[in-house]
């Protein structure tokens, strides 16, 4: 009887969080996530107590450079923009530190990976329906996803493939994604089975049509680095090969289209456009950075003369890692990141299945992270709060 409650507890207790990331996925008020976190957290009150402990260094960090961007005197310092950008990172702290807040008694860490590759393989089934709706009826999907973004207000990117019904399809979610690849290889290797390995090529076909070189670029990282990283030299090889063989297969049956998608990212005018003013930001950047190049200029700082972002993003930058030194110059650039990292490594502190030999996999999880802010505004917010999550995670695959 007390087994079968309990098991009835961990059912609830998952359902829950699968509605919690669900509104973080889909983009719904961050109240929501909060609220129903806030439920869980009602299991065991010592989390809370737990998820202060995390946080208090950062919230030091994170007023103190909110202090000193409110006492620049540049018009690139104007309100409200340094507690936009601080609510931003604020809003990564709080996923990090509530998700790793959850014991083993409410909701595993496991089961919160498995909810979020759910929520992937979901929207990927989405992408697909997409691109088979307009195949049939013979329209750009371009079409659909800017009716999608209107109705939402998410902000999706998207454009046509020249010659071809194929249309780039990319959530800001969508770098989670490309991070989830490690663990569903880990789960794939872990318990061998065809639905496994079909959630995984979902996975890359959701990455495969954000036609965004740097995505590919990470889920490939973690795909191999997760097959290098097995213990089992055995089934390291076999699924080295099974992975390399359906790839070939997939691509002996589309290779029209997926030489079309790579096609459009090697050899395209709007790569040409991108890869120009890209430079042109980075530039501006650094000239701005070198002006102050040790505190910055604050966060929430735009350059007057060059912004990028409207409205109430004006601070916001595509190559938002050299934007970041320009806000915080170097010694709050380190401050914020350690203070960050310190979140992940406290919580990677009680996870119940530590291994030192994992450190080398974290520092790449690291280091794709900041340099997916090299090239997308995607460091912070959800996206960076789950990744961030996910770095507590290794222990346990």
């Known amino acids: 009887m007390f087994t079968k409650m309990r098991e009835d507890g961990v059912l609830i207790n998952n359902v829950i969080m699968f509605i919690a990331l669900l509104s973080l996925f889909l983009s719904l008020k961050f109240v929501f996530f909060l609220f129903f976190i806030l439920i869980l957290s009602l299991v065991n009150t010592s989390q809370i107590v737990m998820m202060i402990k995390s946080m208090l260094p950062f919230l030091c960090v994170i007023l103190l450079l909110i202090f000193y961007s409110l006492s620049g005197d540049s018009i690139g310092n104007q309100l409200p923009f340094p507690f936009l950008e601080s609510r931003d990172i604020i809003i990564s702290v709080l996923i990090v530190s509530s998700l790793c807040s959850m014991k083993e008694s409410v909701v595993s860490r496991k089961s919160i990976i498995r909810s979020l590759i759910s929520i992937s393989v979901f ?14 009826n013979g329209i750009n999907p371009s079409t659909i996803v800017h009716a999608i973004s209107d109705a939402t207000g998410w902000q999706l990117m998207t454009y046509d493939v020249d010659e071809s019904l194929l249309s780039r399809i990319q959530f800001p979610i969508d770098l989670v994604t490309c991070f989830l690849v490690y663990f569903q290889v880990k789960f794939l290797i872990e318990v061998r089975s065809k639905i496994n390995l079909a959630i995984l090529f979902l996975l890359l076909f959701s990455v495969l049509i954000t036609m965004s070189r740097a995505f590919w670029f990470i889920s490939v ?103 970041l030194f320009m806000k915080l110059g170097i010694i709050g650039f380190i401050s914020i990141i350690t203070s960050l990292l310190y979140i992940v490594y406290y919580n990677r502190r009680l996870c119940l299945t530590n291994t030192k030999n994992k450190e080398s996999i974290r520092v790449v999880f690291i280091s794709l992270w900041l340099f997916s802010g090299a090239v997308n505004p995607l460091l912070f917010a959800v996206p960076g709060g789950i990744i961030l999550f996910l770095l507590t995670c290794i222990d346990e695959v």
Do not use: W
């Open 221 to 323: 990282v973690m795909l191999f680095t997760a097959l290098l990283t097995s213990k089992n030299k055995k089934e390291k090889k076999k699924y080295i090969f099974i992975i390399i063989a359906f790839s070939v297969l997939i691509y002996g049956l589309f290779y029209q289209s997926v030489n079309s998608i790579v096609m459009s990212r090697v050899n395209n005018s709007q790569n040409t456009a991108s890869d120009f003013t890209r430079a042109l930001q980075n530039r501006n950047l650094s000239n701005s950075f070198l002006e102050k190049p040790i505190l910055g200029h604050g966060i929430g700082y735009f350059i007057p003369s060059y912004i990028r972002g409207e409205g109430l993003n004006r601070y916001s930058y595509e190559s938002q890692l050299l934007s």
């Open 123 to 136: 929207i990927s089934f989405g992408k697909l329906l997409i691109l088979i709706y307009c195949f049939k």
